[in-house]
């Protein structure tokens, strides 16, 4: 048996390491070369993934933010457990890098920071810009690297999709398209789909190479647009499919659903959406991932239209090949920060008890608020600076997968 420390066999060194912090393991890695190996090596990369996984509880967020297009800065924090706060979400920043540095070989404007948050699969987030670029970033490594595309004619991408193949160990991406005859006011509109497996490039200067392939998919609605937040779970993407339409003039054809991907069968499905909330009109859905176990759907609304809110909590079941949904809770805050503020979004859980809201107060800045299930408790996330706009933020685990590795 090979020994990479003086007294300790290989697996104990192995097991050691693997319940070390990201930061502990990336510092370690410059020990020795036996060291390095262990920690480059994919079985361990996967196995620390899944270990911090189970049991760090909390998630990290990544904010852009700054002045303009170039000035923009990436910044990352996670929850703060020793100072813990009763109307405050403490936090503690971990990053903060100016785009330009980061992307030295991208131009500073190469983020939509309107139109999509991040894509989050495995510690790694992918920016799509447009048709052209897809940027993915792990911010725990610190590592960017660029996915070029090539736009469909007549046609524009209205969601895209980033996952683990997990029967053949790869990445995926995939892009629905519609035709641009929607925006002529034309009724035939059509879908069409690409997915391709994503490897880095060696001799490409550090680009992701992609070999886009199309793949059937058919959306029985005409008036659509898909939620910027999709939703990963255990090789499957999902998307809510939501109608232009108001929502006490909708048909029921054009009820809005959940169009899912499955990265290993390259197949997509459609799920209906709970067809009996309470709340009134006003509402906004939205998707997440509760304890990285259930998808979780969130219906939020204003009872006629004033300041008493309603939000309840679906969670997604899938038994014997079918799905269906079965309410969780019913939250209606009648106190507290949440109710000050109007545009309200889910964004995702901060823990496996809390849940983060964005909301637009009446001088227009954004804010992040959590809601605790358990404890009733909100709070504020005070990370809003003077002069600056918060454009999106995205939810990530911290990994150690590397875009350097194919």
């Keep these: 048996m090979e020994v990479v420390c003086p007294h300790l066999p290989e697996e104990i060194v192995v097991e050691i390491l693997q319940r070390l912090p ?18 480059k090596h994919e079985s361990f990369v996967s196995n620390h993934f899944h270990r911090h996984l189970k049991f760090d509880t909390n998630t990290s967020l990544l904010f852009l933010h700054g002045l303009n297009y170039y000035k923009d800065s990436l910044d990352t924090i996670s929850y703060d457990h020793d100072h813990d706060n009763d109307h405050l979400i403490p936090y503690v920043v971990e990053q903060s890098h100016t785009i ?6 991208v131009r500073g404007s190469f983020f939509e920071r309107d139109r999509i948050r991040g894509l989050h699969c495995n510690g790694i987030i992918a920016f799509p810009k447009q048709d052209t670029e897809i940027v993915f970033f792990n911010p725990t490594l610190k590592q960017f690297k660029i996915l070029y595309t090539q736009p469909l004619l007549d046609f524009v991408s209205i969601a895209h999709g980033f996952g683990y193949d997990q029967r053949a160990n790869l990445y995926k991406y995939v892009k629905i398209f519609q035709s641009e005859s929607k925006y002529s006011h034309d009724d035939a509109t059509m879908f069409r789909a690409q997915v391709c497996t994503l490897w880095i490039n060696s001799s490409g200067g550090g680009s992701v190479s992609s070999s886009w392939r199309e793949t059937n998919i058919i959306l029985p609605i005409k008036n659509t647009w898909f939620d910027d937040g999709v939703v990963y779970l255990k090789s499957v993407c999902y998307w809510l499919n939501l109608s232009e339409k108001q929502p006490q003039v909708v048909s029921s054809v054009e009820q809005p659903q959940i169009v899912s991907f499955d990265m290993c069968d390259e197949k997509f499905s459609m799920i209906p959406l709970p067809s009996d909330p309470e709340v009134s009109i006003t509402y906004q859905r939205a998707l997440t991932v509760w304890k990285d176990e259930s998808v979780t759907l969130f219906i939020m609304g204003k009872i006629h239209r004033d300041t008493f809110l309603i939000i309840e909590m679906w969670m997604m079941v899938v038994e014997n090949d079918s799905t269906y949904w ?13 109710l000050e503020y109007e545009f309200l979004k889910r964004l995702d859980f901060w823990n496996q008890e809390e849940f983060l809201i964005e909301g637009r107060n009446s001088a227009s800045y954004v804010h992040i608020m959590s809601y605790n299930i358990r404890t009733k408790r909100i709070r504020r996330l005070d990370f809003s600076l003077e002069g600056v706009e918060l454009h999106y933020s995205t939810s990530y685990s911290k990994s150690l997968v590397s875009l350097l590795n194919n």
Excluded: N
């Design 326 to 338: 079965r309410k969780h809770l019913t939250i209606a805050p009648t106190i507290g920060p949440i």
């Design 100 to 105: 330009g540095k980061l992307l030295h070989f």
């Design 22 to 39: 990201h930061d502990s393991v990336i510092t370690s890695k410059r020990v020795c070369k036996s060291w390095y190996d262990i920690i």
